[in-house]
């Protein structure tokens, strides 16, 4: 079965510093989405991403965050300077259609640690 | 927008046991309702989802999920449980506006 796959599975950061994290949706999906995960909170969404460009976007996902996708099969999250509070895991999905009809396939998660 | 609550922050089974993980959302129009699973060191993976019709829904590995709209619930249950069901269970809810809400997760330890 095609999954989602992240890397790298652990980044360390030096505070301030940018970071970028790296997903491949499944092939033929065109709808793909970042989420985050504090350690012992819920996941949280921060952005949806299709044609190019972003559909949806939560209030974590202020201006030190940005999403690409630079060639036909990654999908970046960039940080722009880390801050301690972004250390959390972060979870890459993507989905065939629209989220209400179909449902979001999710990667292994890359854990994002700041110093 | 919508919300999730999960009551369960962790529930502790031996083997056998059944289980029923509640789930209860708030949200007055239509919605779709998953339960993802995580398992230790492992992605999330959908385990069940409702998007219209039957109430009473079947997932993988024996799981079923049933939809109460009266009470915005969709609880998960298994009748019988193994120890390699010792994961993260997240309910999540997602309705029209496209945005996808999780519950805080509830743990389940099974004991051998």
């Known amino acids: 079965e095609p999954e989602v796959t992240q890397t790298p599975s652990h980044q360390v950061t030096q505070m301030g510093q940018e970071v970028i994290l790296r997903c491949v949706p499944i092939s033929n999906h065109l709808y793909f989405y970042w989420y985050r995960q504090i350690l012992g909170q819920k996941v949280e969404f921060l952005v949806s991403f299709y044609n190019n460009e972003i559909s949806e976007k939560s209030e974590i996902f202020d201006d030190q965050f940005s999403v690409e996708r630079p060639d036909g099969s990654n999908f970046t999250l960039k940080i722009r300077s880390t801050k301690l509070e972004d250390s959390a895991m972060y979870f890459c999905?993507?989905?065939w259609g629209q989220g209400a009809r179909q449902p979001q396939h999710f990667g292994d998660g890359t854990r994002l640690s700041i110093l | 927008a919508q919300s999730v609550s999960q009551h369960n922050h962790h529930v502790i089974l031996s083997e056998a046991a059944s289980l029923e993980l509640g789930c209860n959302y708030s949200?007055?129009?239509?919605?779709?309702l998953f339960w993802y699973v995580q398992y230790p060191g492992q992605h999330l993976q959908l385990l069940l989802k409702?998007?219209?019709?039957?109430?009473l829904v079947k997932g993988i590995k024996g799981f079923e999920a049933e939809f109460i709209k009266s009470k915005f619930s969709f609880n998960l249950r298994k009748p019988s449980v193994q120890w390699s069901d010792t994961a993260e269970y997240f309910c999540a809810v997602n309705a029209e506006n496209n945005d996808m809400r999780f519950g805080a997760g509830t743990r389940l330890t099974v004991k051998p």
């Open positions: 999905a993507s989905s």
């Open positions: 409702y998007f219209s019709g039957d109430p």
């Open positions: 949200y007055g129009g239509t919605v779709n």
